[in-house]
């Protein structure tokens, strides 16, 4: 897709359409993406690029702490206090710059990632064995 407005209109609609699972995977999935280029511009001495991408993985956990349902899962408050140390250490890492603290910073997110992707995969896998039965 090189149209730019055909790209974004896909991306779009494909939050739009998302289970809230997979919501939640798409997520996570840009969280990394965002560490990664702050990674990569920090190792090209770009500071600003990277606290461009620090900035919108803060937002994003940021959102994800925030819609936390704390009053649904009984580890959801160990999550929420995973989610504030996060916040805090991309916070630090932007202030100074620290490219290794971004990668601990994703070091600690890719597991997450992992455990939900495939957690919303088994809970598909679930439901369509469930209709077809």
């Known amino acids: 897709m090189n149209n730019p407005s055909m790209r974004a209109r896909y991306i ?11 919501l939640l995977v798409m997520l996570y999935d840009r969280l990394v993406l965002d560490l990664v280029k702050a990674e990569e511009a920090l190792g090209a001495g770009d500071r600003q690029a990277a606290s461009v991408q620090l900035q919108h993985a803060q937002d994003i956990v940021i959102e ?9 899962w009984d580890g959801a408050a160990g999550l929420a206090e995973l989610y504030g140390f996060l916040l805090t250490q991309l916070i630090q890492a932007n ?9 601990s910073c994703r070091s600690m997110v890719e ?6 992707r495939t957690a919303v995969l088994e809970a598909g ?9």
């Open 12 to 22: 779009a609609d494909a939050v739009t359409t998302a289970s809230p699972g997979k």
């Open 111 to 116: 597991p997450l990632r992992d455990a939900w």
């Open 125 to 133: 896998a679930v439901g369509v064995a469930a209709r077809v039965a």
């Open 64 to 72: 994800l702490r925030t819609t936390l349902r704390t009053d649904v």
């Open 95 to 103: 202030v100074r710059g620290d490219a290794a603290q971004v990668a």
